[in-house]
């Protein structure tokens, strides 16, 4: 009983972490979909913002030792990169 | 052993977010003492990411269970009292 709400902390956390990231996957997704639509706000703010506060939980989950920091890591990083690659599509058009 | 576990989550995320607090409360603290100093900067735009990290990390606690709502309310709503006396103090100035 003690054991599975300690497991569930850390597959909470991971469930929860990810649910997150994908929020930004998705919003990223819509950018680059309105790329090619005239008068689209590119909403950088929003998205730095929101990765911003994914960046904060993701320490604190660290810091609770939750996930590992390279998890951590390799979650940003992999939302890092779609970003840049939304700013360079952004920056050709 | 395992209950340990799931209680030292609890512990440590009640501690590791009053510490974030206490750092916020330090930094509205610093910004209060300066008031009266020639050419004091306001970091509004600091703190308010500072606020909008610690309420991200304390609605990431509350979604795993960690700490109750009310509790995490209580902690930001002391520190927004905190800043909005700040706030006014500046605009007497």
Do not use: W
Request: hydrophobic fraction near 45%; charge should be negative; proline fraction near 2%.
């Amino acid at each position: 009983m003690a054991s599975e709400i300690a497991i569930d902390h850390r597959e909470k956390a991971h469930a929860l972490l990810k649910a997150d990231a994908e929020k930004i996957m998705k919003l990223i997704k819509v950018q680059m979909d309105n790329l090619t639509m005239p008068q689209c706000p590119l909403y950088e703010e929003v998205l730095d913002t929101q990765m911003f506060g994914l960046s904060r939980e993701i320490d604190f989950a660290v810091r609770l030792g939750l996930i590992e920091e390279s998890e951590g890591k390799l979650l940003l990083g992999s939302l890092e990169q779609e970003l840049s690659a939304l700013h360079e599509a952004f920056t050709r058009k």
